[in-house]
């Protein structure tokens, strides 16, 4: 898809009416209107657990707050500490819609055919990319230097803070718990702080995390390629209203500014997403952990560090 440029209203209606049959699979009411919801209807937000549940609370609760005055339909946050515990939350039925890591949005289209509504414009930027990182005073250089080295990963699920890493020690030439010795400490931020703490010499995160602490005690020494970003997700049965009411606010977050004084992640809003974005996230995971990698335990995913 060419890059998303704000537009019209009637631009975005003729992009909604596009997209929109593609991804919820609600049937639409005759005449294509959707009635508004009961008033008593809570739909419920899912988050992967990123951050710490305080900080997950204060970086995406305006969000909620947002669409709930903006689509008129009441809506709730759901912080699930474990990755995969959100995937089988919006699968079985229990979330209407969720903010997923890449790696943990092609594991819920191939468990329940999820499909992608919009993904987040950080900074302006459509994809972000992971960090490897060590201490300043480190005299580690590069990736081969981590031959023999203790490297720090946040869930073992993340794209960007262990199979993308991964994947780049790999292509150095370093294979995980052969040619170094890795633990997954659960969060992006935590794995930061087990370098800093000398827990690990080596720490993967994403780009937004790894600016927290670059020249604060922590250096890059490689920068992924591009990763399309975290995508908004819904079940294939969301009524197409509301998935369509949803879609409308977020891609006109920017009309009223509301989304400026947000966290940095949400700020630069949000534009549509496809499927097919995701495919080299896909193939990456199949080719590092093998063809059923999508629906391998999330046990399969660690074992490699040990299962730590």
């Known amino acids: 898809m060419r890059a998303w440029r704000r537009g019209s209203r009637r ?22 209107t959707a009635p508004p919801e009961s008033a008593t209807r809570v739909r419920r937000f899912g988050v992967v657990g990123l951050y710490n549940p305080r900080l997950m609370f204060l970086k995406y609760q305006p969000l909620v707050d947002y669409l709930s005055e903006a689509t008129g339909t009441s809506w709730e946050l759901v912080v699930d500490s474990a990755y995969q515990g959100t995937v089988e939350r919006l699968c079985r039925g229990e979330l209407d819609m969720a903010l997923l890591g890449p790696l943990t949005y092609v594991r819920a289209h191939r468990a329940c055919g999820a499909r992608p509504l ?36 946040g869930a073992a699920l993340s794209t960007s803070s262990h199979l993308v890493p991964e994947a780049m020690l790999r292509a150095a030439g370093l294979e995980a718990g052969t040619d170094f010795s890795c633990r997954f400490y659960g969060h992006h931020e935590r794995a930061a702080r087990a370098v800093m703490l000398r827990q690990a010499d080596a ?56 989304g400026v004084a947000w966290d940095a992640e949400l700020a630069g809003g949000f534009v549509p997403a496809t499927d097919e974005e995701y495919g080299p996230v896909r193939a990456l995971a199949r080719q590092l952990y093998g063809p059923r990698a999508l629906e391998l335990d999330e046990r399969a995913w660690r074992s490699r560090c040990g299962g730590r």
Not at 12 to 22: E, G, R
Not at 215 to 221: K, S, T
């Open 118 to 153: 919009v993904k987040l414009r950080t900074g302006g930027r459509e994809t972000y990319r992971s960090w490897i990182m060590v201490r300043q005073d480190s005299p580690l250089a590069g990736l081969r230097d981590l031959r023999g080295r203790r490297v720090a990963f």
């Open 203 to 258: 720490c993967a995160v994403r780009d937004i995390v790894g600016e927290k602490f670059e020249g604060r005690g922590l250096r890059r020494i490689a920068v992924s390629d591009p990763i399309p970003n975290f995508p908004l997700v819904v079940p294939r049965d969301l009524p197409a209203g509301v998935a369509a009411r949803v879609m409308k606010a977020l891609l006109e977050l920017d009309d009223d500014g509301r």
């Open 11 to 32: 631009e975005l209606a003729v992009l909604l009416a596009i997209l929109l049959p593609a991804i919820a699979g609600g049937a639409e009411p005759a005449g294509g």
